[in-house]
């Protein structure tokens, strides 16, 4: 007797900016999809559906994630923010003020991504993580100093193929001197 064929979908539930989606997927879906396709947060980008260019990037319990290549299954019971996420009320996130502030961008297509990926360098820097171009890695160092080279690095994932890159950096920059003040108050 042959075994009986096993599912190809469940029913999940997704946590997203701090709402609960319940969802059937195939178990092939990627978290991407799930959130354009069937939840209509198109905020997220497909770029190249393959992990290179960060256009889908999105903050998975705090850290970042290409979207593409995270299975929608797998983020189940995770918390997930998109960009659509990030602002409170008509309040910007800092990080997306700054975006804009600084002409952070220009067709506007990687953005989100890119917002979504600075918000995590400057938590990975202020947590003491080095990048490969820390020169001092040594724990008791602490931190380095959040210059343009450590941003261009730490930002290499996301890709923008308008060149805004000049304005991203001055963007995050002065996102983490913002954060940086308030947590030195």
């Known amino acids: 007797m042959a075994p009986a064929p096993s599912s190809t979908s469940s029913d999940i539930t997704l946590n997203i ?24 947060l198109t905020g997220t980008k497909k770029g190249c559906d393959q992990g290179q260019c960060g256009a889908c990037t999105v903050l ?44 952070g961008f220009q ?5 989100p991504g890119q917002i979504c990926s600075a918000i995590a360098v400057i938590e990975e820097h202020a947590a003491g993580w080095p990048s490969a171009v820390t020169e001092d890695v040594r724990p008791e160092a602490g931190p380095p100093p959040l210059s343009a080279e450590e941003i261009r690095e ?12 000049v304005s991203i950096v001055q963007a ?13 108050a």
């Open 107 to 111: 067709c506007g297509y990687c953005t």
């Open 154 to 165: 730490r930002m290499s994932g996301n890709l923008c193929r308008c060149g805004a890159y």
């Open 60 to 103: 998975l319990d705090g850290r970042r994630t290409v979207s593409c290549l995270q299975l929608a299954v797998a983020a189940e019971g995770r918390e997930i923010t998109t960009v659509e996420g990030l602002a409170e009320g008509e309040r910007l996130h800092p990080v997306q003020q700054a975006f804009l502030d600084l002409d």
């Open 17 to 40: 900016n701090g709402e609960k989606h319940a969802l059937p997927v195939d178990h092939r879906t990627t978290l991407l999809d799930a959130l354009r396709e069937r939840l209509d």
């Open 172 to 184: 995050v920059a002065r996102a983490a001197k913002a954060k940086a003040g308030e947590a030195a």
